[in-house]
């Protein structure tokens, strides 16, 4: 039978020979073919993603100057030792650390909770769905510009809204305080980027099978119950996507910063890659920035590989 079938594939009109060369060529297209197409997207990745991350943590370890022809002698690991000697360094990674705690869960949650609504057959739930996503795709200085206005301390609507409730004028300036500022950059954030994990859950959510929900509750499962023990499981491998996506995220905030506080008031409100911004290109002390932007890779991939191996014991109990 083998030998038929060999026999039936092989070119008409070619002996046996030619027929398994003629195999082995197909083959080797069939392996070669997916690499040939994958190459010009690692190519890219290389130049663009690998090189320039070799060359950050290359940089890291040396006096390194921009200026052609400058000397450029090692240093060791004096400028990692520096980080951790820098007052500023110790406010920034405060403030990204908060940053990372309110907002990461904040979003998820509420991602979570609009996907669940938004699943069921609602009137105007596309409208809806849009509304929730519309603010992910528009642009950082257009929202921070609209947020600036919604808390000017002369006519803003902020102090509108409270000044009505309260009786009297309100006159705060949100964004010159320390705590008021990181407020109004929680709050911004928050705004901007729950549409993208509103997105995860609702395609995940779509994937629960209906069948299992529907034997659960008939079951006599409480609708609590077919939540904890039913559809968080089945939706744990996009929860962990989502975790790990946002907490590399919030590790890079820094646009939202720069745009309503730029870090004031006195670097009160600046964050790591901020201080990694100033140092690089209004310090020119690039080696100094390339150690803090290394150091944030190291933390955030360790940070990333535990929650990733916690999700998967989760899902293996």
Do not use: C
């Amino acid at each position: 039978m083998a030998e038929v079938s060999t026999i039936n594939r092989r070119p008409v009109g070619h002996p046996p020979g030619a027929a398994r060369r003629w195999h082995s060529s197909l083959r080797a297209d069939r392996f070669v073919t997916p690499y040939l197409l994958l190459l010009p997207a690692a190519a890219m990745f290389a130049v663009f993603i690998v090189y320039p991350i070799y060359r950050q943590f290359q940089i890291s370890f040396y006096d390194w100057h921009i200026f052609p022809g400058a000397q450029n002698p090692g240093v060791g690991f004096s400028n990692f030792s520096a980080i951790f000697h820098d007052p500023a360094i110790k406010t920034a990674a405060i403030n990204t650390l908060l940053f990372t705690v309110i907002t990461v869960p904040i979003q998820m949650a509420l991602g979570l909770g609009a996907a669940a609504l938004l699943t069921d057959r609602l009137p105007g739930r596309g409208l809806l769905r849009g509304l929730i996503f519309i603010p992910v795709v528009t642009s950082w200085v257009v929202v921070a510009y609209i947020f600036a206005y919604i808390f000017s301390p002369q006519g803003g609507l902020a102090n509108t809204v409270i000044g009505f409730f309260a009786g009297h004028t309100v006159r705060t300036d949100w964004l010159a305080g320390k705590w008021t500022g990181d407020a109004v950059i929680w709050i911004v954030s928050i705004w901007k980027g729950v549409g993208w994990s509103f997105i995860m859950y609702l395609a995940a959510l779509d994937g629960v099978p209906r069948t299992l929900l529907e034997a659960s509750r008939v079951d006599g499962a409480r609708e609590r119950s077919v939540w904890r023990f039913v559809v968080l499981p089945a939706i744990r491998p996009t929860t962990a996507f989502v975790t790990v996506l946002l907490l590399i995220g919030a590790s890079q905030v820094w646009i939202q910063v720069f745009l309503l506080t730029q870090g004031g008031p006195y670097g009160s409100t600046q964050v790591l890659l901020g201080v990694a911004y100033t140092q690089a290109f209004t310090n020119f002390q690039f080696s100094y920035a390339a150690a803090i932007a290394s150091v944030m890779a190291v933390v955030v991939l360790a940070f990333s590989i535990v929650n990733l191996r916690l999700m998967r014991r989760g899902a293996v109990r």
